[in-house]
């Protein structure tokens, strides 16, 4: 008897010790200090040139679903390489956090537009469980006229999608191209549960612009503009010319813009904006150029998670090559001095997702997106499982 109560007693403070040391090291390890990314997990989700009616697959976005899969979205060039063209809008979906895929389907066919669809963002509306596409049709007017803005959606977490719908007709019509990246759903005042999406104009009308939802993607308002100058005409070398972006919610309900620095005004890299207001509003006086974000002028991700800032891109200033993660501990006004090459070679668009309210496991990764080649970044489209914490934990 003495024994067995002493067995017993040992077990229970091992256990108590064993709950410390585990309850420590989720403190400890997953602290800030200790992110150390890693590749963990990586595959080729399209490759280019390859069989059937596609010739390239290029502009990839990636979102978490409500229902916790990952769904992938690409053009699929039908003719050419080029940005004009007839496209299907492709996906893939995996339910299994990345491990496993389901094959290509596609959710829309343009049929044979000279001046076709392209992407995009996509936002999950977390308040009723849908999945929202927007993206353009006729966006550059190549022998076609007027640029819309289309959007379809999901209730079954990507399975399923609705017919396209005209945005237009609600924003007026403006060529707007979302993205390309994700929107988001604003979890904190002001506006809480609103939809966000930003997006760009033409080259000339260009500048940052954000559409707005109020009642979960039924009614679409324009929101904040940050325009280009000189507005609506002709531009030269170095003039200021914000492009794509990709937005994040910060933990004080502003919205923070990271943007494609069309004409290398000030720098050869990131411009950053700022919206208090919900997205109503990009005011000049919050305009920074982030110097160490140094960009070849292309398509970034960014991404917000646990109060740490993610930012990819190729790292270069003239090439698209190196693509390159990066993260900040102080909102994005500083960047870590590590930083983890993902991929040495050409590298193009990039975006990047991770599930918000999952547990233990979920806090451990994010997920990447890119357009990745040998010669030339446009050759394949890759999904990379990046662990947070080095393979660790
Ligand atoms: C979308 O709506 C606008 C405004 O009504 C219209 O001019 C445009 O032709 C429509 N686009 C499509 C593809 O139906
Ligand atoms: C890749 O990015 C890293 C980090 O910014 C930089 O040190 C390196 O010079 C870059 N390499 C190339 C080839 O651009
Ligand atoms: C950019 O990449 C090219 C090779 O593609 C390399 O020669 C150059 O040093 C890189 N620039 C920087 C700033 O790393
Ligand atoms: C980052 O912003 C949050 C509010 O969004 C604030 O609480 C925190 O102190 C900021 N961190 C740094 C290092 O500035």
Redesign the pocket.
């Known amino acids: 008897m003495v024994a067995r109560a002493s067995l017993m007693e040992i077990q229970s403070r091992l256990t108590v010790f064993f709950l410390v040391v585990i309850a420590s090291c989720i403190q400890l390890c997953t602290s800030f200090g200790q992110i150390n990314p890693l590749v963990y997990d990586e595959q080729l989700l399209w490759v280019s040139g390859g069989a059937g009616e596609v010739s390239t697959y290029r502009i990839p976005l990636l979102s978490f679903t409500p229902k916790g899969s990952l769904l992938a979205f690409a053009e699929a060039r039908k003719m050419s390489a080029s940005d004009v063209g007839a496209k299907f809008l492709a996906i893939r979906r995996s339910t299994d956090r990345g491990t496993t895929w389901s094959p290509t389907y596609f959710i829309v066919d343009d049929g044979s537009l000279v001046d076709g669809l392209n992407l995009g963002s996509v936002v999950v509306d977390e308040e009723i469980g849908s999945v929202i596409l927007i993206y353009s049709l006729c966006f550059h007017q190549y022998q076609c006229e007027p640029a819309s803005v289309m959007l379809v959606e999901s209730f079954d977490d990507g399975v399923t999608w609705s017919h396209p719908r005209n945005l237009s007709v609600q924003l007026g019509v403006k060529n707007f191209a979302p993205g390309p990246g994700f929107g988001i759903q604003k979890h904190y005042p002001p506006a809480k549960g609103r939809l966000v999406v930003c997006g760009h104009g033409t080259l000339e009308g260009n500048g940052v612009f954000c559409i707005l939802s109020d009642d979960h993607g039924r009614s679409w308002k324009n929101g904040a503009a940050l325009k280009s100058i000189p507005y609506n005409q002709p531009k030269q070398a170095l003039d200021f010319n914000p492009d794509e972006c990709q937005l994040v919610e910060m933990e004080d309900g502003s919205i923070v813009i990271n943007v494609r620095n069309q004409n290398n005004y000030h720098c050869r890299c990131r411009m950053v904006t700022r919206s208090l207001d919900g997205g109503e509003t990009l005011p000049l006086e919050h305009l920074v150029f982030d110097t160490t974000l ?1 960009d070849p002028v292309v398509a970034a991700g960014m991404l917000q998670k646990e109060g740490v800032m993610y930012f990819i891109n190729p ?5 698209r ?2 693509l390159t993660l990066r993260w900040s501990l102080t909102n994005g006004t500083s960047w870590e001095k590590n930083s983890v090459q993902i991929w040495a070679g050409p590298s193009g668009y990039s975006s990047m997702t991770s599930f918000a309210h999952g547990g233990a496991e979920d806090r451990k990764y994010i997920f990447v997106i890119y357009e990745k080649g040998h010669k030339d970044y446009d050759e394949t489209i890759s999904f990379a499982k990046i662990h947070l914490y080095g393979g660790l934990f």
Do not use: G
């Open positions: 140094i790292a270069n200033n003239s090439q090559v190196n």
